[in-house]
T-cell receptor
Framework: DAGVIQSPRHEVTEMGQEVTLRCKPI?????LFWYRQTMMRGLELLIY????????DSGMPEDRFSAKMPNASFSTLKIQPSEPRDSAVYFC???????????FGQGTRLTVV | QKEVEQNSGPLSVPEGAIASLNCTYS??????FFWYRQYSGKSPELIMS????GDKEDGRFTAQLNKASQYVSLLIRDSQPSDSATYLC???????????FGKGTRLHILP
């Protein structure tokens, strides 16, 4: 299995621009998580999906953040407009509901200048 | 109160000794517990899972769970320099499948 695949690996953008992060979960997994990691706040859960349905988005910091999962093999996290404080590493993870072991993608390092 | 708490470290342990990492959690209904290892610049990697009270051993790693005390620990025997990393404790909030992470403990194995 290829594991969780995220793209891009690195993104540098100017403040105010739209940023879209992409994730392909492990085939057969039915839960998908988006996390953000910073030195100050650690690994924060932004939103998670079960069977493509958003279950809890209480971690999404502001309305500038949105996430979608149109099908079982693809999810996006969008930031519009981006701000310098959004700079972080964004991870996508997926799990199979029965054992809840989450497996992570390589992450997207976002820098907003 | 934070949901999952860990001492940030750094925890320094001589090579060959036992490293002990601790974690407490706030939600009593939590059912699934995990330890992840994260090397600098890399993504978290699952190394242990534990679901019931007691000890679970896998090679040099032992996870310990005490639900009454809301406490999870990870022991690493015969510590190696390659064990130097940040160790993240994660807890599944069983009622809704949410997985919450602690901030991690930095472990440094001294050669």
């Amino acid at each position: 299995d290829a594991g969780v695949i995220q793209s891009p690996r690195h993104e540098v953008t100017e403040m105010g621009q739209e940023v879209t992060l992409r994730c392909k979960p492990i085939s057969g997994h039915n839960s998908l998580f988006w996390y953000r990691q910073t030195m100050m706040r650690g690994l924060e859960l932004l939103i998670y999906f079960n069977n493509n349905v958003p279950i809890d988005d209480s971690g999404m910091p502001e309305d500038r953040f949105s996430a979608k999962m149109p099908n079982a093999s693809f999810s996006t996290l969008k930031i519009q407009p981006s701000e310098p404080r959004d700079s972080a590493v964004y991870f996508c993870a997926s799990s199979l509901g029965s054992d809840r072991k989450a497996f992570f993608g390589q992450g997207t390092r976002l820098t907003v200048v | 109160q934070k949901e999952v708490e860990q001492n940030s470290g750094p925890l320094s342990v001589p090579e060959g000794a036992i490293a002990s990492l601790n974690c407490t959690y706030s939600d009593r209904v939590s059912q699934s517990f995990f330890w992840y290892r994260q090397y600098s610049g890399k993504s978290p990697e699952l190394i242990m899972s534990i679901y019931s009270n007691g000890d679970k051993e896998d090679g040099r790693f032992t996870a310990q769970l005490n639900k009454a005390s809301q406490y999870v620990s990870l022991l690493i025997r015969d510590s190696q320099p390659s064990d130097s990393a940040t160790y993240l404790c994660a807890v599944n909030m069983n009622r809704d499948d949410k997985i919450i992470f602690g901030k991690g403990t930095r472990l440094h194995i001294l050669p």
